[in-house]
């Protein structure tokens, strides 16, 4: 393992540099005009797959953006690691609130800074460095195969047919994704559980036109007022998601469970200075960490209608907008609340609008076994380079993929990230810390290493 | 008379041309882009005005938008009409609404097509026509003057200052505007009131940046679902405004009152065919014309906030914002209201979030009574070339500098207006009909000709 270790120290800044290469593909899935640089991100990735020790690295296509995959075979018989991963990136509006341009990777204060320096390109490509150093010092003890996908941020729409086409080719004892974040460097952890997600597009429109707010103002229903009075009531007083039959099928923990599930360090004080907010706002009768690990929520992600430039313009909008998602925790189904939110939704509309109801993604929530190998293996591999043994930690995020593997594949993921809330992915200034990334690429060596001996 | 009307008669095709290249020029106020065509449609109009037969003719600079002052004194003892105008238009978007381009106007279905066309370029172009018509014929009857403003769709910001220091320039017995609709050209009608508007802005800001709405959603206030929250609460299930105070000075009509306006006729299901919508939604306990005519009432005339592009981005935006207009019936006042909504919207907001709000325009509601000389020359002009005797109108928009005329100048403003609900100003496809400028360029000098007989 000296060698791997020493590999990866030798070659570092190489690495840096390769990674700001790929930062540099504006790869951004939700913008149709990105499409040319989705196909040569799968290339650059292909590429240096091989490059990196890969027997053969392909760009599939798929309905959507390509799936590079790649693979090295060392024996048969050996473990087989899948590696997933996804090259594309988040929008970068609010474009004035970056500091650096967004995709001209910079390194400042420790840290590289631009969209997608931890989610999640800085991330797989940990992963291709992990698996470069080992193959370069023979020390490569597992099967390896990377599935990299273009779609995660839009919800991988192409990836199921995908898996479901390539059941044979994707065959393996685990599935290794870096795409979710640690509690702290001096507490690290392992995501053993992602929420769900439903997201929802609502179209409210009123009248057949704009109009003059004055002549017609208070005799017809604005359709931005009415959808704040839609919107407003899908949340209570209590911070309760309104849409019946919401709650249903969640899982409420235990006493104990939410004891064991409150240890974890957590400063409230601390959270909301970091955030500069004068209260936190949630469900009643939860703590923060169970409102974003363990209970489902509800957030308008962008609402929009009427005259939003500069100055005024006295107009009644024809018709106004709003993307609204929810967070899902076991055992919710994406697609059961995606129904209720429609058929509620469309209940509560007044006569004098008409609404239209769109289900854009979603996926559902996922748990990893903390007593699996692979857990296992992680947890030792993280004693190794941090020094602790990692906390097993319910992420509030959600890749719906994830269940989707287990679901198609039969596989299980092991969510080794790497990522800090201090990254801050979808938002602008993304970063990823030089220490995280370091520490990252000698972890996994070490994963392989205890999963491969693992029985 | 009838040399006069002859005279229009034979010119009414170049009158249309010449309003055309009025037309082209985006002058709108609103956006700051746009500022060198305020000033060249100015300089044009000025020209214009010279060629029309004014005296003198200058472009007069303001803090803002230059006023178009423009004179004929033909007696100085004869009776002076100050015409008032505006040659600034509301922005186009949505853009993509328009069948036509908005700066190229085009005549089809016998109405012309373009942003301007009604308000206020053709509506002040009828003016300047039939004072033409009235010096080539040698039959103008009063002393003439036009003040034309490039402000007033942003509120007139600085016109006040203009005719506090031009208290002189202006003198006049009466300020004639048409900006104004009437019922229907079968149904001729008068404006004889105004409401009046508050135009507010606020913004809501949450966390000191975008959060990613799986880590943080839930247990964060996200600053969208507040402002749906706070905004849907300013107005109640009875459509009544809940700012404590807003109806305090509102004058409520008396019995004999209501019978009396809704005399005019109006046809519910007309109006809501004419709409497409399913229903009409106000202040409950009244009628669809009070609500526009004598009520006030609350809109969000733009709402903005997070993610509103294509695709999906699982953001908690860290701000939104809204466009908060009310329109004002006499007795309210402008600033008190816009102090009370300040104050109101600052006491609900919770502590997980900040507030701003910015009072962007306003002005005074206004009363046009029907006994003075100019109404009934008005009223008799109407009756000329509509056959009809027009009602008594009260719009349920605002053009707030005219109560501003009547405080800082002491002259009262007669409402002329030949515009229809059907022009759609302020929104896509604006239009003005042929027959309404030809009726109004023929009744206008039957005005002056009235009003100088008057005593």
Redesign the interface.
């Known amino acids: 393992m000296q060698k791997v270790h020493n590999y990866i120290a030798d070659n570092k800044e190489r690495f840096i540099e390769e990674l700001f290469e790929l930062l540099r593909i504006p790869s951004i899935?939700?913008?149709?005009e990105h499409k040319p640089d989705m196909v040569r991100c799968a290339e650059w990735l292909a590429a240096a797959l091989v490059k990196a020790g890969a027997d053969r690295a392909v760009v599939m296509p798929t309905d959507g953006n390509p799936v590079v995959y790649a693979e090295k075979i060392i024996n048969p018989k050996a473990k087989t690691v899948l590696v997933y991963g996804h090259y594309d990136v988040?929008?970068v509006?609010?474009r004035a609130?970056w500091r650096t341009e967004p995709f001209e990777p910079v390194i400042k204060d420790g840290r590289i800074w631009g969209r997608g320096a931890d989610d999640d390109k800085g991330q797989l490509f940990m992963h291709a460095k992990a698996f470069e150093a080992m193959c370069a010092t023979d020390s490569l003890p597992c099967n390896v195969k990377f599935m990299l996908e273009g779609e995660e941020?839009?919800?991988s729409p192409s990836l199921y047919k995908f898996c479901e086409q390539n059941k044979k080719l994707l065959k393996a004892d685990i599935i290794l994704v870096s795409d979710t974040?640690m509690i702290s460097l001096s507490t690290p952890s392992i995501t053993c559980g992602l929420?769900g997600?439903t997201?929802m597009e609502v179209e409210v429109t009123?009248?057949?036109?704009?109009?003059?707010?004055?002549?017609?103002?208070?005799?017809?229903?604005?359709p931005?007022?009415v959808?704040?009075?839609l919107?407003?009531?899908l949340?209570d007083d209590c911070?309760r998601v309104t849409i019946p039959g919401f709650y249903d099928d969640v899982r409420e923990l235990t006493d104990s469970e939410r004891k064991a599930f409150n240890k974890a360090p957590f400063c409230l004080r601390q959270y909301k200075k970091s955030?500069?907010?004068?209260?936190?706002?949630?469900?009643q009768g939860y703590t923060?960490m169970e409102?974003?690990g363990v209970?489902?929520?509800?957030?308008?992600?962008?609402?929009?209608?009427?005259?939003?430039?500069?100055?005024?313009?006295?107009?009644?909008?024809s018709k106004?907008?709003?993307?609204i998602?929810m967070?899902l925790v076991p055992n919710q189904s994406y697609k059961k609340i995606a129904k209720l939110f429609e058929k509620h939704f469309k209940a509560i509309a007044?006569?004098?609008?008409?609404v239209v109801v769109k289900d854009?993604?979603g996926g559902e929530p996922y748990v990893a076994p903390t007593d699996m190998a692979a857990y296992k293996a992680a947890e030792k591999a993280i004693v190794d380079t941090f020094g602790k043994k990692p906390l097993p930690f319910y992420?509030?995020?959600?890749i719906p993929i994830i269940s989707g593997f287990e679901r198609i594949l039969g596989i299980k993921s092991l969510l080794i990230g790497f990522g800090l809330?201090e990254d801050?992915?979808?938002?602008?200034?993304e970063s990823y810390g030089l220490e995280q990334f370091d520490k990252g690429v000698n972890t996994i060596p070490l994963f392989y290493k205890y999963f491969a001996e693992s029985k």
């Open positions: 899935s939700a913008q149709s988040m929008p509006d609010p609130e941020e839009i919800g974040s929420r997600l997201y009123g009248p057949n036109k704009d109009l003059h707010s004055g002549l017609f103002g208070g005799a017809v229903a604005n931005a007022n959808l704040t009075r919107v407003s009531s949340v911070g955030l500069e907010i004068g209260d936190v706002e949630g469900e923060t409102r974003t209970r489902p929520s509800l957030d308008v992600n962008g609402i929009w209608g009427g005259y939003i430039e500069e100055g005024t313009k006295t107009v009644i909008p106004a907008s709003a993307k998602s967070r007044p006569k004098s609008v008409k854009l993604h992420s509030g995020g959600s809330a801050a992915i979808h938002s602008p200034n």
